[in-house]
């Protein structure tokens, strides 16, 4: 497949690399940003652009990883003279319908993408959906192509995928990023809580989330809980540690047969 | 060493075990549980009580993992009697002198501990501290023969790692309840979340947590934010989530350089 790719971000970035391995022919990478264009086409061993005029459109497929209100902005411009080719986008809360009434189709990579670290594609979870039966057989065969992993989803699920997602992944990462600062505070280094972390998911293997919550929230610890509050200084992070903390005990079930130090 | 535990929640059953394999005599599991106490009394191969007068007065130290709650309660009532031994509780925001004036101290082990999952106790980082250089020189090599990693830590240190703790762990383990709830209602099985949390906590090891933010709020992806705050019914979710969303965009700096799907 001739492909080009529309954004130079965290996604694109790991899409990129990926859609070259599996063979594919990367025409062109189109972002805003000069060097970020550069950087990502020079690493894939195609052409840049920054100008919309000077897209190509001889594609076979316009991969689209760009913020979600750009996305909404100039999905349907894009398409312009290049109506034939399959337009995908990567975004897990969006419709293919931005790309209106052309060819179109997601390709949701559930997963962090981060410049400063490579993610291996063919682990990532891909989940896809396409406006025609012919066009979801050739989307599910380019997914493949890049995913040991890729799995039909309609539209509305994949919004609950996505904000399932942010919950298990930017919430728990910003879980981890309020507790560096505590950390810093007492010059404490954060990687003193990796082992923590680990056992964290590493649990969630074999134990459902529910069953496997410990803390002074679940044995409703008010001592600890009152006491903990008062520690936090920072308003924002007192909020979230009580709305937890009274969740946590609400979720939690008669029965609870957990403790954590 | 012979030892005495006192409790039978998820941090004394993954203790017991790794004292008896450093070698030492284990006298008693204590417990106000039947059940519990002759659980895990059977499975190190001690005798248990649920009986405070029947609570041996011949160990050298005793081992106390109950609730704080209960800790504050109880802890000069256990001590009586058996002044001459040293007193340990392993609670991370508990001071030690809620044992009275006896020869005490704290051993930290910072994990999640269920009874549901075995944890291996050597890799468990142990913060420890106690009243007197000589009991601070025998808690760390009894400490040592028990995890890798021993480290002394003063009681308001200790407080604040805990606090970090609860963040890392319990919180991160909220989220994800969340999530499986979010899941549960589209049907989707909580697993597909598994390959993202990996990644997440991977990244973290080489990725400071606020370098490491990704997702709609990191972005500020407005449209992205109000449509997920839509779909959350539960008004608690729905608050955490608003409130989760505008720490991430006020923790993120202006040159942040990541995205996620």
């Not at 879980?175 to 404490?188: N, P, R, S």
Request: glycine letters at 4%.
């Amino acid at each position: 497949m001739k492909v080009v790719i529309i954004g130079a971000g965290g996604v694109a970035s790991s899409l990129a690399p990926a859609v070259k391995e599996a063979g594919h022919e990367i025409l062109q990478i189109y972002s805003h940003t000069v060097s970020s264009a550069k950087t990502l086409a020079d690493s894939v061993g195609c052409g840049s652009t920054i100008d919309i005029k000077e897209l190509r459109n001889d594609a076979d497929i316009y991969l689209v990883s760009i913020k979600d209100a750009a996305l909404a902005e100039v999905g349907k411009a894009l398409t312009k003279g290049r109506e034939n080719a399959l337009w995908v986008h990567t975004a897990g809360s969006m419709s293919m319908n931005v790309f209106g009434d052309v060819r179109r189709g997601v390709l949701y990579p559930m997963q962090t993408f981060s410049r400063s670290k490579k993610v291996c594609f063919r682990a990532v979870p891909c989940f896809i959906e396409a406006s025609t039966e012919s066009d979801k057989e050739i989307l599910t065969n380019f997914a493949r192509s890049l995913s040991d992993s890729v799995t039909p989803l309609d539209e509305d699920a994949r919004k609950y995928l996505h904000l399932a997602a942010v919950f298990c992944c930017n919430f728990t990462n910003h879980c981890c990023a309020i507790a560096e600062e505590i950390l810093l505070e007492k010059g404490i280094p954060f990687s003193v809580m990796l082992p923590l972390l680990d056992e964290t998911v590493a649990k969630l293997h074999t134990v459902p989330p529910r069953e496997a919550q410990t803390g002074p929230a679940v044995r409703y610890d008010k001592n600890v809980l009152t006491r903990q509050q008062t520690l936090l200084e920072d308003a924002m992070a007192k909020d979230i540690y009580r709305l937890m903390s009274e969740n946590i005990h609400r979720f939690s079930s008669t029965d609870n047969n957990n403790s954590q130090s």
